[in-house]
């Protein structure tokens, strides 16, 4: 897991240095990123997320292997304990004891196994509380963080935008302003061609 979150967090830094080596724009008010390179590095962030979940479900997966070979175990030593017990019955001289000693056998035998079922299914429940716990808040550390950057990006591309149409703007003025001054140029030294050159 902490394999997992080093990707995280080695990709949450490439993106900051992405962004620091972006090109200023009106004394470091707003910076230019590559798209490409931005969005290289969020696809990458988004495939990193899974693997915690998968390292979750594999502790639950566990949970049900444990409970398996508990099952195992408890199912071996009855067995194991029935063979014993029918081995003394007959060879023994003495069958009613070697019943009733069988009987406790058995009875322990049960009983040892139900408590090694129980503590196994207790540890399982416990490790799949603290994998779920742990992969959550890696999930929604990242997410928050992910819709922070694309909110970041949002605004900055707005503003961009904002500032190329307000330089469109500035150009199209200075254009008319400039073609407003050549028109009376034209029509201050031939009179008779003024009339071409009158703006619209």
């Not at 199912?75 to 009733?100: F, G, P």
């Given at each position: 897991m902490n394999t997992q979150q080093d990707v995280i967090y080695g990709l949450m830094n490439e993106l900051e240095e992405a962004l620091d080596k972006g090109f200023p724009l009106l004394g470091y008010c707003f910076t230019v990123v590559k798209k490409d390179t931005v969005t290289n590095i969020l696809d990458k962030l988004y495939a990193a997320l899974p693997d915690e979940i998968k390292e979750a479900r594999a502790l639950l997966r566990r949970k049900d292997e444990l409970q398996y070979e508990a099952q195992q175990r408890a199912?071996?030593?009855?067995?194991?304990?029935?063979?014993?017990?029918?081995?003394?019955?007959?060879?023994?001289?003495?069958?009613?004891?070697?019943?009733?000693e069988a009987e406790k056998i058995k009875e322990q035998v049960i009983t040892d196994c139900e408590d090694i079922k129980r503590k196994a299914l207790d540890d399982a429940d416990s490790v799949r509380v603290q994998a779920s716990d742990e992969a959550e808040r890696i999930k929604d550390g990242a997410t928050v963080y992910a819709e922070q950057v694309l909110v970041s990006l949002e605004q900055n591309l707005a503003q961009l935008q904002e500032i190329v149409k307000n330089g469109q703007l500035n150009l199209e003025r200075r254009r008319a302003e400039a073609e407003g001054q050549t028109t009376g140029i034209y029509a201050n030294q031939r009179p008779e061609f003024a009339q071409d050159f009158r703006m619209n």
């Open positions: 199912e071996k030593i009855i067995a194991d304990a029935q063979a014993e017990a029918n081995r003394l019955l007959s060879e023994s001289d003495l069958l009613r004891a070697v019943q009733r």
